[in-house]
């Protein structure tokens, strides 16, 4: 089966050209060494395009939707430049059983803060540290071939507490030089939609050219795909206020 893939990415930082080493360690966009990744993994079991903010209707329209099995979202600027629309737009195909892998910063992103409830709030610092990436759950399909642990020379620190529900499934937990741990790996189900949010991967480092981050990234696209395509049911009956009936008599 073929695995038709959207890689999203807002582009700002690579616009900005901040930081100065984005140019060099990012030549083509976050979104460019994602999908670059992706096709090495997915080898020909996937067809993989790119998205971006300053695209009409963010390059989310329905059409590229519709034939989406997996989005992966990375954000960190502009969460607030991203449409309402799209935004509902990618929660209702997410509810109808589209993947979704959000990433990195991506944790404030209007459609993963959506499909919580939640804040999505996190302990942060950026002193360009190591990372350390335990798998806690070595039976997952996410977790397939990936070392024990991945080690990230330099990364941005993410720390508990994360705002965010009790996930489905932790597979990874993430150790920093200063003592913080983080749950990085984390999966949810929303409708007939699976979702994998996995924190490594910054502006700042070129953390998504790793072997082992690839690998786990299209691990979780294969996870992620349709199990089942939803259509989501049709309410036909007006909404009632229940409290107000109930005390008429």
Request: glycine letters at 8%; charged letters at 20%; hydrophobic letters at 40%.
């Amino acid at each position: 089966m073929t695995i038709h893939v959207t890689v999203w990415n807002e582009n700002v930082h690579e616009t900005l050209g901040t930081p100065a080493s984005i140019a060099s360690d990012y030549p083509e966009g976050i979104h460019g060494a994602i999908a670059a990744g992706l096709r090495k993994y997915l080898d020909d079991d996937a067809v993989i395009r790119t998205a971006t903010l300053q695209d009409p209707e963010h390059g989310l329209t329905h059409a590229v939707l519709d034939e989406t099995d997996v989005l992966l979202w990375w954000g960190h600027k502009a969460h607030g430049e991203v449409s309402d629309e799209i935004v509902e737009r990618v929660r209702q195909r997410v509810l109808s059983g589209m993947g979704l892998l959000v990433l990195h910063s991506g944790h404030f992103s209007k459609i993963f803060k959506q499909l919580m409830g939640t804040t999505c709030s996190l302990k942060w610092r950026n002193d360009g540290e190591r990372e350390l990436v335990w798998t806690v759950a070595p039976s997952h399909e996410i977790a397939s071939g990936i070392p024990h642990p991945i080690n990230i020379p330099h990364q941005e620190m993410y720390g508990e507490f994360f705002d965010v529900p009790a996930p489905d499934e932790v597979v990874f937990i993430s150790s920093f030089e200063g003592g913080e741990v983080f749950r990085s790996g984390v999966t949810y189900q929303r409708g007939a939609g699976r979702i994998f949010y996995f924190s490594p991967g910054d502006q700042d480092y070129p953390v998504y050219h790793q072997d082992e981050i690839q690998r786990v990234l299209a691990n979780g696209v294969r996870w992620a795909v349709p199990k089942v395509e939803a259509a989501l049911p049709a309410v036909t009956n007006p909404a009632r206020d229940w409290f107000l009936e109930s005390t008429e008599s």
